[in-house]
């Protein structure tokens, strides 16, 4: 289903669709992933497996393997180690407080990179907590989402106080504003073709339109298929979510948000734009959770609709010959 992606790595051990990962940051700080399987009788290095100078020991015979290459650099009870004993080393990057690694189906090297945010670099930005959500959706679905500027008013209208499941929360005593949303999504060109911008308008209208309060600007770089950088920026406060977004199963996935604000933002400031996202991705997990996924979808002549087929054209260039495809669980009923 997908082939060109960052991942995010938040445990010792990972597993995404074909692949296990041994993950572990050496003696001298540099992270490493590894797979996870000893190449000797198969023990799982993740699980249990000690760091030692640069490299892992495996849990069973002690053979140990570094970080960078994979090779096997000693066994215990033998002097010859063998060429062949060795395991895949994947290419990592570690930015903005997040581990990547990359993975494409061909096996081909990174061909762009996520950027650094100078902001959480030198530390005027600091982190103040993260959601995670397991999504059951196609590995399209959220990204998409992004381009979808129709489902704003309908499903993140409603103010934050009226919850997730909007049929049973929804109250007259939120009744009294509503979030208002202007959108636009726009794929960047070469080099940069990897990249959609979304740019949202945000504001709280209340009493029909009588006042607005809390105006907000929010420009979401989607960088690849798994990444998304939110930067808002509001009358108090700036920062940006960082969102992250893996498969655990081929209609399975794991959404991550990190928020990071403004160094000298009370913390409660800071969870409480937490919530609020939480809230509003609850909303649309929702709908994710229960809806099937639409390769064709039927969309109408309108601008709004035509941002959805552009989203689809420019996300079909993380596909390639050999991805996963959705068919396969159609044709062996394996779901
Ligand atoms: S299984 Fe890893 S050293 Fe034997
Ligand atoms: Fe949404």
Request: hydrophobic share 40%; charged share 20%.
């Amino acid at each position: 289903m997908k082939d060109l992606c960052f991942l995010l790595i938040i445990h010792d051990s990972v597993s995404i669709p074909g692949l296990n990962l041994a993950v572990f940051r050496d003696e001298k700080g540099e992270v490493h992933a590894l797979d996870a399987y000893c190449p000797h009788m198969g023990a799982n290095f993740a699980a249990g497996g000690r760091v030692i100078d640069d490299g892992i020991e495996c849990p069973f015979h002690a053979w140990r393997f570094r970080g960078e290459d994979g090779k096997c650099t000693h066994i215990p009870y033998c002097q010859k180690i063998p060429e062949i004993a060795k395991v895949k080393s994947w290419p990592i990057l570690e930015i903005n407080g997040w581990i990547y690694l990359w993975h494409h189906a061909e096996g081909i090297d990174p061909t762009w990179l996520p950027p650094e945010l100078e902001d959480i670099a030198n530390g005027t930005w600091t982190y103040r907590g993260r959601t995670e959500h397991l999504v059951n959706s196609h590995i399209e679905e959220i990204p998409q989402n992004g381009a979808d500027v129709v489902h704003l008013a309908h499903v993140h209208g409603p103010l934050l106080g009226a919850g997730v499941d909007l049929r049973y929360m929804w109250s007259k005593l939120w009744g009294f504003g509503h979030h208002e949303w202007q959108a636009e999504w726009e794929p960047q060109s070469a080099p940069n073709e990897h990249i959609g911008v979304m740019r949202l308008g945000h504001s709280i209208q209340c009493f029909g339109n009588l006042f607005s309060i809390i105006g907000m600007n929010v420009t979401a770089r989607q960088i690849g298929p798994g990444i998304v950088y939110m930067e808002f920026t509001s009358s108090f406060c700036k920062g940006v979510y960082i969102q992250s977004l893996t498969p655990v199963e081929p209609l399975l996935q794991k959404l991550v948000h990190n928020v990071y604000v403004h160094w000298t933002i009370p913390t409660f400031i800071g969870k409480f734009f937490l919530w609020g996202e939480a809230v509003q991705v609850e909303r649309d997990i929702m709908i994710w959770n229960n809806k099937r996924y639409e390769s064709k979808p039927l969309l109408v002549k309108s601008s709004e609709d035509s941002l959805t087929a552009r989203h689809k054209r420019w996300f079909s260039q993380f596909y390639s010959k050999n991805s996963k495809r959705f068919t396969f669980q159609r044709d062996n009923l394996d779901w």
